[in-house]
Structure formats: structure tokens, C-alpha cells
Nanobody, 112 residues
Framework: VQLLESGPGLVKPSQTLSLTCTVS??????????WTWIRQPPGKGLEWIGT???????SYSPSLKSRTSISRDTSNNQFSLQLTSVAPEDTAMYYC?????WGQGTQVTVSS
């Protein structure tokens, strides 16, 4: 299974960050898998953002829940992250994972 993150590397403050994870070698609807977004700000540890499971159910970090939406496109075997009202503190390397396989990560910088 391979995961590949895509999306803009630079987002302006107050705008919406949108990332997509394209999965190959396995279906996002396969039972038992939990498709997750994780981020790592510079100099800090990993932070769980949220998860969409094989049935399409979602769960979010309480600290980010009000700004986060995770959705999926089963026809293209993708799942996506939207984070609204971003600020410089949202600058981080963003990863998608199913907790077994990880994408390589994509750097997102929030700056005007």
C-alpha cells in the first residue's frame, strides 16, 4: 500500500488548507482500516488531526475539531483534509497514514 499527499505548500492566514491523500495498492473501504491525518510542526512531536474509517465515519482531535473536516472519494481511492482559518501555528509537515503505511509527508507553510 502506498499513500501520497498532495496540495499547496503555502497557504495564507485565515484561508483553508486542503490536502488529498491518494491511496494505491489497497482500498480505503477495506474493513478494519483507519485513514488518518497527522502533522508535525517544526521542532515538535506528532499531532493527530483526525481519522476517517473504512465505513466513512470520522473522528477529530478535540483541539482542531471546530476547524477540521475529513472526507473521502471512494471512486478515486482518496481521502482529504480541510483545515479552515489557518494561522502560522498550523505550519507543519502533514502526513496521511493508515497506521501501517505512511505517506512521505508534505510541508505546509502558513504565511502571508
Amino acid at each position: 500500500v502506498q499513500l501520497l499527499e498532495s496540495g499547496p505548500g503555502l497557504v495564507k492566514p485565515s484561508q483553508t488548507l486542503s490536502l488529498t491523500c491518494t491511496v494505491s495498492g489497497g482500498s480505503i473501504t477495506t474493513s478494519g482500516y483507519y485513514w488518518t491525518w497527522i502533522r508535525q510542526p517544526p521542532g515538535k512531536g506528532l499531532e493527530w488531526i483526525g481519522t476517517i474509517d473504512f465505513s466513512g465515519s470520522t473522528s477529530y482531535s478535540p483541539s482542531l475539531k471546530s476547524r477540521t473536516s475529513i472526507s473521502r472519494d471512494t471512486s478515486n481511492n482518496q481521502f482529504s483534509l480541510q483545515l479552515t482559518s489557518v494561522a502560522p501555528e498550523d505550519t507543519a509537515m502533514y502526513y496521511c497514514t493508515n497506521w501501517i503505511y505512511w505517506g512521505q509527508g508534505t510541508q505546509v507553510t502558513v504565511s502571508s
